[in-house]
């Protein structure tokens, strides 16, 4: 079974944190992404990383950096929480463009 | 730009019944694929459902299948014979052709006994 590992399901943070999130995969997959869940907004794409070293913006990557030194892992960063970064987490990974992607159980932040 | 539109924040169903789940899109891209995934309270999000842009034949999946219509954008989710676990919520994504992977905001299933 493919697993996605989050290190934290669940983390509270305060305003002006560093804040590290971190997602290993254990199926060799070339894809990553990090989302953001919120009540009404769905699933929204922060960053993802196609390789080692290579990454993308999704449609709100402001306030988020991504490190992916190696192919397992993908970190996502808070460089200074604020309270609007409040909110579920979630890490998938996918082997190639037509499978489907793999989640990560969540982590569930709060910044206060 | 919203590129997944789903656009039932809620649907109920009377057991063993069948819904409809909308899905529209909006891509230049002439390669991309369109994909189901259900979230129940417990968080986790299941695959349900894949269909690919070149695809002719519609995507099924034991009860569930895919009413992809191209030309209007839409790739509906049927759920036939709905049973009370499959109340959950149910999320729409598209992956283009750079590998984007892109989700709808969701609809909220209950089927009602």
């Known amino acids: 079974d493919v697993k996605v590992t989050q290190s934290s399901r669940y983390l509270v943070k305060r305003t002006g944190e560093k804040v590290f999130l971190e997602c290993v995969q254990d199926m060799d997959h070339e894809n990553m992404f990090w989302y953001r869940q919120d009540p009404g907004l769905g699933l929204r794409l922060i960053y993802f990383s196609y390789d080692v070293k290579m990454k993308e913006k999704g449609d709100i990557p402001e306030g988020y950096s991504v490190s992916r030194e190696k192919k397992e892992r993908f970190s996502l960063i808070l460089e200074s929480a604020s309270t609007n970064q409040t909110s579920m987490y979630l890490c998938?990974?996918?082997?190639?463009?037509?499978?489907?992607?793999?989640f990560g159980q969540g982590t569930r932040l709060t910044v206060v | 730009a919203q590129k997944i539109t789903q656009t039932q924040p809620g649907m109920f169903v009377q057991e063993k019944e069948a819904v409809t789940l909308d899905c529209t899109y909006d891509?230049?891209?002439?390669?991309?694929?369109l994909f189901w995934y259900k979230q129940p309270s417990s968080g986790e999000m299941i695959f349900l459902i894949y269909q690919g842009s070149y695809d002719e034949q519609n995507a099924t999946e034991g009860r569930y299948s895919l009413n992809f219509q191209k030309a209007r954008k839409s790739a509906n989710l049927v759920i036939s014979a709905s049973q009370l676990g499959d109340s959950a919520m149910y999320f729409c994504?598209?992956?283009?052709?750079?590998?984007?992977?892109?989700f709808g905001t969701g609809t909220s299933l209950t089927v009602i006994p």
């Open positions: 994504a598209m992956r283009l052709t750079g590998n984007q992977f892109y």
């Open positions: 891509t230049s891209d002439q390669s991309y694929g």
């Open positions: 998938a990974s996918r082997l190639l463009p037509n499978t489907e992607a793999f």
